[in-house]
């Protein structure tokens, strides 16, 4: 039963509602978001409701991090190529020195928080917010 639970949200994702049509990925705007230590910058990103993005996050160092928001990819819509990208805690990893693209249209306003889910590293900083306009 979870495991049905956990495909029909990760479904939900990607999929576009009924009656509308998905996302023009080719038009996506580039937001850059680099992963340091203990901090993201920016920190805080702005988006606007029904407008599709490239999201590259960016490592700029040698430790792993990951970018964590469940509530904003829940928000609006996930590339169907992007979708295994984000793991089910709404997490997206960056290895070390490493570069993640995820195509995403949000579609709720509303400001959503985001962090890295490693040992301390929300504690020392690590942490910031989207603001869907």
Same mark, same amino acid.
């Given at each position: 039963m979870l495991r049905c639970i956990a495909l029909a949200a990760s479904l939900t994702l990607a999929t576009p509602a009924i009656g509308q049509t998905a996302p023009d990925w080719s038009k996506a705007e580039t937001v850059n978001i680099g992963l340091s230590n203990y901090a993201f910058t920016p920190s805080t990103l702005t988006l606007h409701a029904n407008t599709p993005y490239k999201l590259v996050f960016a490592s700029t /160092?040698?430790? @792993?991090?990951?970018? *964590?928001?469940?509530?904003?990819?829940?928000?609006g819509i996930v590339a169907a190529d992007d979708k295994s990208k984000i793991s089910s805690?709404?997490? /997206?990893?960056? @290895?070390?020195?490493? *570069?993640v693209e995820v195509r995403f249209m949000p579609e709720k306003p509303g400001i959503y928080e985001f962090h890295c889910s490693h040992f301390m590293h929300e504690t020392f900083g690590m942490k910031g917010q989207a603001v869907v306009q």
């Amino acid at each position: 039963m979870l495991r049905c639970i956990a495909l029909a949200a990760s479904l939900t994702l990607a999929t576009p509602a009924i009656g509308q049509t998905a996302p023009d990925w080719s038009k996506a705007e580039t937001v850059n978001i680099g992963l340091s230590n203990y901090a993201f910058t920016p920190s805080t990103l702005t988006l606007h409701a029904n407008t599709p993005y490239k999201l590259v996050f960016a490592s700029t /160092v040698t430790k @792993d991090h990951d970018f *964590t928001a469940p509530e904003l990819f829940a928000s609006g819509i996930v590339a169907a190529d992007d979708k295994s990208k984000i793991s089910s805690d709404g997490s /997206v990893e960056v @290895d070390d020195g490493g *570069t993640v693209e995820v195509r995403f249209m949000p579609e709720k306003p509303g400001i959503y928080e985001f962090h890295c889910s490693h040992f301390m590293h929300e504690t020392f900083g690590m942490k910031g917010q989207a603001v869907v306009q």
